[in-house]
């Protein structure tokens, strides 16, 4: 248990539609948080959880998580960034391994955060899992004229938990000056290699409707 896990759970979920912030929102009776910790917590490498919570739910967080796992709850941002450095703050020395794992990814599987985890402890101090793009992917200009077809087969989907060794984590945020959708962004921003691994369908954001239908069959297939 040399690993630590952020988890912003801090986000609206505007894309999803008007209702509770998303990591509240309910997937099979229980809140997309929820069913994101569980599995956390399911890891054996890791030793302690920290989630970020949207600021107006602290408390109905930590009741809802004291049944699910020991994990600590801080007031997350207005930003994933901001979110995921406020639960960094949060992280004592004793974790030489930090991930970051969206709640949103509620269904992320044990062995994809073991393998991510896996990796840093291998030496690398920058890790994401990817998946291949499936779709053709075009440039297109302003006015909606198709100006390429990109290159597929050099592109990735990139997925969390991402991994980081504690130190480069810190030290990839302490330098960050706009805003990036990733950690590992950060990372390559201060000129840290980032290596990949697998990712895994289950792993999917659930952003929009259609990604809760999706999450829900996934709970049904087990
Ligand atoms: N997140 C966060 N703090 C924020 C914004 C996002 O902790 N200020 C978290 C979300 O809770 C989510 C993860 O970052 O677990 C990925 O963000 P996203 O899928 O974009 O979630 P939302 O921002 O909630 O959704 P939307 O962009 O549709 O509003
Ligand atoms: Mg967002």
């Known amino acids: 248990d040399d690993v630590a896990v952020l988890v912003p759970a801090a986000g609206m979920g505007v894309r999803l539609g008007p209702g509770a912030p998303k990591a509240l929102r309910t997937l099979a009776g ?10 956390v917590a399911a890891a054996p490498s890791v030793g302690r959880i920290v989630v970020a919570a949207p600021p107006d739910d602290v408390e109905s967080v930590v009741a809802l998580l004291r049944p699910v796992a020991h994990v600590v709850v801080v007031p997350g941002g207005a930003t994933r960034q901001t979110s995921v450095s406020l639960a960094l703050d949060a992280v004592g020395e004793a974790f ?4 970051v ?20 402890r291998d030496g690398h101090e920058a890790v ?10 075009k440039q297109v200009d302003a006015d909606g ?3 390429g077809t990109v290159d597929r087969s050099v592109l990735r989907s990139v997925q969390t938990p991402q991994g980081f060794s504690r130190e480069t984590l810190v030290r ?4 960050a000056v706009d805003e990036h959708t990733d950690d590992a962004g950060m990372c390559e921003k ?12 289950r792993a999917l954001k659930i952003t929009r409707p259609l990604d ?8 049904d297939l087990g």
């Open 30 to 39: 229980e809140p997309l948080l929820v069913h994101a910790v569980r599995r």
């Open 96 to 99: 030489p391994i930090v991930l």
């Open 101 to 120: 794992h969206d709640a949103a990814r509620a269904l992320a599987p044990v062995e994809l955060i073991e393998r991510v985890a896996a990796a840093v």
């Open 128 to 137: 994401v899992p990817v998946l291949p793009v499936v779709d053709t992917i």
């Open 145 to 147: 004229r198709v100006a």
């Open 172 to 175: 990839a945020h302490a330098a």
């Open 190 to 201: 201060i000129g840290v290699a980032v290596w990949t691994v697998p990712g895994d369908e």
């Open 212 to 219: 809760l239908e999706i999450a829900c069959l996934l709970l």
